[in-house]
């Protein structure tokens, strides 16, 4: 490392300059055809002399850059006239290789004034940026008009509403129930829906039924469940790959818990850990014992698609707001009137319904209670809920997959039990 030390900063800067230079030229090369070459101004080393022809008029005059802005006046001058006979006579507009021949331009100021982590990033993204046309391509025809509203709405509900709302409870006494932390809860929902809804429509659009499962423990785990044990009672077979996406969804469902404990409350989350592991260990084993079982009886299954609901509509949010401030009163009364006999008695109500508003409810309050005891409402509630799940799953899938559906609920169950026994005595 001592011999880097003894070279010049201007040769250094110069080498790195000339390098990248040349790669950007040669990745022009190398993305257009051989029948639109001879219509170019050039590419990897004509890019590598506006590297150059940039550096030497940066370093010349280091007053003012006098010459360097008249270098970029003269480049533009002729990218311009370039532009006009691309337009005039190839009948093509496209800017992207003059935009990347100005960045090319700028990487001596760059070099010199920047850190290097800056610098070599604006290659990597200036690189990757122009391989993945065709990607980008294919992507965009994927989108309609919908799509765009819809990020729109996030952008609104996340980066426009929720800075504005004041942080003061709406009721004395209730910390979590304020404008802010109401919409908050809401944001993060909705940002973690959103996310399953995108990978699920542009990267998974016909995704086979374990990706179904997957994705939809991140969106719903009880919604996942209901559609796919429908989706079982229609099969012949024993569905073992439906059982299989089930249980995925419910392992999903643990992580999801998991990611917004990390946001909303660092030391239930440091309780929650090691637990929602093994909670999402047991999951993942039943989930692929089933799909060992389908693969040893030679199942096959249409692929599953979901007409998915967007995460982002008016009145899911409306409604998921409504469940907050519900829950967030109930939370409240139930501690202030009964202590933790209260919360506890709450925590197995909840399952019946979205357990999300509770969740979050608890892991932002600052309720009068020790944080094991939210640790414990919390496994409750999912405890209560996969029940729920449970009779869901038997009701809809049918009398042949019961004994296998009741197989795998009952050891989540009964490991649910046991962390929150363990809990109680180790916290």
Known sequence: MEYFTLIPNNLYYFILVTIFSLIIGLSQRNLHPEEEKPFLFGTDRTFTFIGIFGFILYIIE???????????????????LYYHYKLLYIKKSGLTTVLIAFITYCLAP????????????????????????????????KFDRNEFINLAKFLILAGVILPILPQEPLIKGIASLTPYKVWLAVVVISGISYISYLLRKFVFPKSGIMISGLLGGLYSSTAAT???????????????????????????MYLRILVLALIFNK????????????????SLMIAFYYGYKKKKAGESYEQLVYNDKNPLEFKMSLVFTLLFIVFALATQYAIHQFGSYGLNGLSY?????????FLINLFQGKFEVSITL??????????????VKCIYACALAG?????????????????????????????
């Open 267 to 282: 030391g239930l989350f440091e309780i929650f850990l090691p637990w929602f592991i093994l909670l999402m260990v047991i």
């Open 62 to 80: 280091k007053q003012n850059h006098i010459l360097y802005i008249v270098g970029a006046v003269i480049l533009a001058v002729f990218f311009g």
């Open 374 to 387: 939210l640790a414990i409402a919390s496994l409750q509630a999912i405890l209560s809920n996969n029940i």
């Open 226 to 252: 209901v559609i796919l044990s429908k989706k079982m009672k229609e099969q012949k077979g024993e569905g073992y790959e439906y059982l299989a996406s089930i249980f995925l969804a419910i392992a999903m």
């Open 399 to 427: 009398k042949k997959s019961w004994i296998n559906l009741m197989s795998g609920f009952a050891v989540i169950i009964a490991v649910n039990i046991f962390v929150i026994v363990l809990i109680k005595i180790l916290y």
């Open 349 to 357: 109500i909840v399952g019946v319904s979205d357990i999300d508003p």
């Open 110 to 141: 760059l070099v010199i004034t920047q850190p290097i982590w800056l610098f070599l990033l604006v290659i990597v993204v200036t690189l990757i940026l122009t391989e993945l046309k065709e990607s980008f391509m294919s992507i965009s025809k």
